[in-house]
Nanobody, 117 residues
Framework: VHLVESGGGLVQAGGSLRLSCTAS????????MGWYRQAPGEQRELVAS?????????DYGEAVKGRFTISRDNAKNTLYLQMNSLKPEDTARYFC??????????WGQGTLITVSS
């Protein structure tokens, strides 16, 4: 599977962005998908994850709960991350991934989000 993120950019604090991640190749609607981020000098962290319809629901990291929403459109093989009330500390490169933790078997190249204060 090949994952491609889009939607990154520069935004002022308090603003919103929506990231997209389109999958191509051998895809499955049952895979758990996740968004991760990595700030300079920091470890990559899980931002949000979502299971297949009828399976695992959405889960969020504490830092983004109530501000970010993960969703997926299986018909379009696309994963989304709606980010609201952005903060400077949300500045990072955001990656989509298939699987979680040690079970990730595919990563996108990442898209950079910069939140100015």
């Amino acid at each position: 599977v090949h994952l491609v993120e889009s939607g990154g950019g520069l935004v002022q604090a308090g603003g919103s962005l929506r990231l997209s991640c389109t999958a191509s190749g051998i895809t499955s609607t049952t895979n758990v998908m996740g968004w991760y981020r990595q700030a300079p000098g920091e470890q990559r962290e899980l931002v949000a994850s979502i299971g297949s319809p009828g399976g695992l629901g959405a889960d969020y990291g504490e830092a983004v709960k109530g501000r970010f929403t993960i969703s997926r459109d299986n018909a379009k093989n696309t994963l989304y991350l709606q980010m609201n009330s952005l903060k400077p500390e949300d500045t990072a490169r955001y990656f989509c991934a298939r699987g979680l933790g040690g079970a990730v078997d595919a990563w996108g190249q990442g898209t950079l989000i910069t939140v100015s204060s």
